[in-house]
Structures are given as structure tokens and as C-alpha cells.
């Protein structure tokens, strides 16, 4: 199951990058040797799939957004109050987002499954922030997929506001072994940069 908000950008923004052929990425071999060599002015080589990279992340990263709440916790013997932030992705031009069920609270249900029925994570003054954004919009929970792990948050005022989502009639068919790229967003200790990740398919689940 996805247990992180980086996973969840991997479910939702996971998209092949197929790799150039090794005789293409070499091509700068011998001529790319000769060109350092007449001085640091001259071009760099051509690298399509780093351009391919570089346009993904820049055409989806208003859709990485992030999910800040405070976070009320009763486990039955004490309570406690805790800003937290999640990371999310925005599914929806609406403003419907989907972030990690046990980030947003989740987790209670599984210290339940643990025998410990009595814990409460109740996550209010719920904000998404888009962008550069440090305030952010409200929000609720609307749904939850305890099995897979997933919550869907709703902006509650969009105002006609449209919002950049991402878009699944572009999903790619994945197999093992295939190179992919996750994008995703640093911490708040990161000014929220967005960033990419690239990784290789190491399996692929049917169920649940």
C-alpha cells in the first residue's frame, strides 16, 4: 500500500521516460571530446531526456501541492494538538487533492487493528497550499481508502478558481524494469521545492 506522500506522486505522476539509445547518448563521444577541448564557450551536448525531465516537472509542479493542518490526537489517555504538513497532488482542476489516508490521520485505524481502539486523529484547519503560497485555502476531508491508503481533500471555496491537476488520459502502461520519474515537493525546511526522483519500476501489485 502507499504510505507517503512521495509515493502517492509516484502513483499519480509516474510517467516512463524512455531512455535514449546508448548510441544516442554517446554521440558526444569523440566530438564532444574535441569540443571541451576547443574551451569552455562551446555548447553542451544535446540531452533530450534531461529536457523531457525538465519539461515535466515544470508543466505538473503546480499540481504538487502541499496539505497543512493541525493534527488533534486523543489516545484515550492524554490528547495533544501538532502542526503537520503532507504532501499531495492536485486530481481534479476543482481542487480535489490526494494525499497519504495515514498522514491525514490514517494511522488510528491501524493502532485499532493493534487493539488499541480508543486513539482519535482528527485533523482540522486543514489548508492547501499551491505554489509559493504560505497561507493556503481551506480545505475538508471528503473520503478515505483505508486499504490503499489514500484520502482525497476538497478545497471548500474555489472561487471559479481552476487548478492546474494532473492529467490521467496521459498515463503511460509500466512494467518492470521501466525507468520512471516521481515528482515531488522538499519540506517546508526547503522552501517546498519542487524536485524529481528518478527511479526504476520495481514491481508491479493487482491488489488490493
Known sequence: MLRSARALALAALA??????????LASGGASGGASASQGASSAQPADPR???IRTLLETNSEALVTVRFVMNLDTGMGSDEQEMEVGGVMVDPSGLVLVSNTEMGGFAA???RMGRGGAR???RNIKVLIGDDQEGIDARVVARDTELDLAWVQ??????RTFTAVDFTKSAPMRVGDEVVVLSRMTKFFDRAPMVIPVRVGGVTRKP
Open 50 to 52: 534531461a529536457d523531457r
Open 121 to 123: 486523529a482528527v485533523p
Open 110 to 112: 491501524i493502532l485499532a
Open 15 to 24: 510517467i516512463s521516460v524512455a531512455a535514449a539509445p546508448t548510441g544516442a
Open 155 to 160: 478545497i471548500k471555496d474555489p472561487r471559479d
